[in-house]
């Protein structure tokens, strides 16, 4: 089993920056490909960026070239710079996560999520 811990959430100017962390616990040496999501009221959890354990990695239009996603597996972490952010970005983000050997998110393992906040 794995536990994922979101964590660098907040409240942020449009333009601003923010980076968020996750943090994997438990067997995470099984774990495969990672990803972002975010989700808004109302609305379908929605894939940000994704990354397989070799480093590949996929991005949403609406956030390609503004954001970044890296791991980091001999520390069990996965990070998500976020730049350039705008009032659309605003939602709560998640980490997903799946078992090695597994291709396509979203994997089993979710952390329990961040409110990320792009207000003036």
């Known amino acids: 089993q794995v536990q994922l811990v979101e964590s660098g959430g907040g409240l942020v100017q449009p333009g601003g920056s923010l980076p968020l962390s996750c943090a994997a616990s438990?067997?995470?040496?099984?774990?495969?490909?990672m990803g972002w999501y975010r989700q808004t009221p109302g609305k379908e959890r929605e894939l940000v960026a994704s990354?397989?354990?070799?480093?590949?990695?996929k991005y949403a239009d609406s956030v390609k070239d503004r954001f970044t996603i890296s791991r980091d597996n001999g520390k069990n972490m996965m990070y998500l710079q976020m730049n350039s952010l705008k009032s659309e970005d605003t939602a709560v983000y998640y980490c997903?996560?799946?078992?090695?050997?597994?291709?396509?998110?979203?994997?089993?393992?979710w952390g329990q999520g961040t409110q990320v906040t792009v207000s003036s």
């Open positions: 438990g067997s995470a040496f099984s774990l495969g490909p």
């Open positions: 990354i397989s354990r070799a480093g590949s990695r």
């Open positions: 997903n996560g799946a078992p090695s050997g597994i291709a396509a998110l979203p994997g089993s393992y």
